[in-house]
């Protein structure tokens, strides 16, 4: 299995411009996790997804940001405008909680993206 | 108060020494406890589940203490590679929802 894909890596941008990020889950995982890592407030859970539904977005900062998961296998996440204090990395993660045995309630976590806004 | 809260460290510590971190949490109805590993600039990687009733990989012992509402991991017989952030991790009551500690960084040095 190829785990969690993230893109980009990498992405530098200019205040005011949209970001898009992508995420593809595990292959039948069916929770998505979109989160922000900062160095001063750590980890931070902004939406996460049930078969696709948005069960909880309390975690989105703004309105600048929103997501979708429009099928099983792709997520986005998008920041319209973007400014300089989203500059974080930004992790997708996915679940599969009803799965037996050890694996159960694991999150597998992307390789994150890297934003920077200037 | 946050909803789960640990040293942020750093622990330096010599190799073959023993380490411990601890991690509190709030909620007394969460559920489900991890340990995760976290390489400078790279994702967070499990490192183990905890259970109630303490559990055991290799070096690394994890235990559940649900009536003061903290979980615990020893390292024993450090190792340089073992030098990381350890974020502990919190699934909390009724909602899907994981919790993450800002993590515990541990330098192990030669």
């Known amino acids: 299995d190829a785990g969690v894909i993230q893109s980009p890596r990498h992405e530098v941008t200019e205040m005011g411009q949209e970001v898009t990020l992508r995420c593809k889950p595990i292959s039948g995982h069916d929770y998505l996790f979109w989160y922000r890592q900062t160095m001063m407030r750590g980890l931070e859970l902004l939406i996460y997804f049930n078969n696709n539904v948005p069960i909880d977005d309390s975690g989105m900062p703004e309105d600048r940001f929103s997501a979708k998961m429009p099928n099983a296998s792709f997520s986005t996440l998008k920041i319209q405008p973007s400014e300089p204090r989203d500059s974080a990395v930004y992790f997708c993660?996915?679940?599969?909680?009803?799965?037996?045995?050890?694996?159960?309630?694991?999150?597998?976590f992307g390789a994150g993206t890297r934003l920077s806004v200037l | 108060r946050k909803e789960v809260e640990q040293d942020p460290g750093p622990f330096n510590v010599p190799e073959g020494a023993t380490v411990a971190f601890n991690c509190t949490y709030s909620?007394?109805?969460?559920?489900?406890f991890f340990w995760y590993r976290q390489d400078c600039r790279k994702e967070p990687k499990l490192l183990m589940s905890v259970y109630s009733s303490g559990n055991e990989d290799g070096r690394f012992t994890a235990q559940l203490n649900r009536a003061s509402q903290y979980i615990s991991l020893l390292i024993r017989d450090s190792k340089l590679s073992d030098s990381a952030t350890y974020l502990c991790v919190v699934k909390g009551g009724l909602a899907y929802k994981y919790i993450f500690g800002t993590g515990t960084r541990l330098k192990v040095l030669a």
């Open positions: 909620n007394s109805a969460s559920q489900s």
């Open positions: 993660a996915s679940s599969l909680p009803t799965s037996g045995g050890l694996a159960k309630n694991i999150q597998y």
